[in-house]
């Protein structure tokens, strides 16, 4: 129950996160890639000091590098055979032409992305550290409202209304409390394998900083921002693993 409300609360400030769009019609790309950049760096200390560490001290290498890989391979076989818009196609497609569709193309895309998210919040809750997640928790919320708002705000440019470019926000944090219920599954009948379900989950999200994140935020020429974004993130991870821990 507490990795389900976890995850629904992740996934909330999905939605939370595209607030400042009733006061704003858009936000700057160099924006957009400073804050995508900051949900990667998020993502990857989470990945690395909050499932990894922690699965490696279980003296399992193995399942640690098959729980990698096979995180990695299932969030590709995902990606190839379900539809979807990637991030970076979003400024140039043309919704106008069967827009429900496309809408529905794009949100699928969100939930394929937040469910490792979820997943590693499930699996924290699972553990028999609930710091972890904890911690798997805060970190998900906290870059969930970024990416919330950079999800959102080239839906108005589309055409879409404010409430309908917020309320796409919030139903893009669906994946969270569905990953988090999978992720106490897994965990649970998988309990003496906690190893290699923190690396499963890592791996997942791995996959979608390299896939998704890091080359959107890195394709208009901001780079530079989109690399301080990545060091704030991280910053903000070793802050909140501190204060938590």
Sequence with gaps: MKAL????????VTGLGTLPLLFVRRITKSLEDFLLGYAAGIMIFASSFTLISPALKE???IQVILGLLIGAVIMAIIEITVPHIHLDKLKII?????????????????????????LAIGVGYASEKSSIGLVMTIAIAVQNAPEGLVISAPLLQKG??????????????????????????????????MSFIF?????????????????????????????????FGFITMLIIDYVVK
């Design 160 to 193: 879409y209304s404010k409430i309908k470019a917020i309320a796409f926000g919030f139903l893009a944090g669906i994946g969270e409390p569905i990953g988090a219920v999978l992720g106490v599954v897994i965990g649970n009948f998988l309990k003496d394998y």
């Design 59 to 61: 003296k399992s290498i």
């Design 94 to 118: 043309d919704f106008t032409d069967e827009t429900m569709k496309k809408t529905m193309l794009l949100l699928s895309a969100i939930i394929i992305h937040s469910i490792p998210e979820g």
């Design 199 to 231: 690396s499963l989950a890592a791996g997942a999200m791995y996959y979608v900083v390299s896939h998704e994140l890091i080359p959107e935020s890195h394709c208009s020429g901001n780079q530079m921002k989109a690399t301080f974004g990545v060091i």
């Design 5 to 12: 409300i976890a995850g629904l609360i992740a996934g909330l």
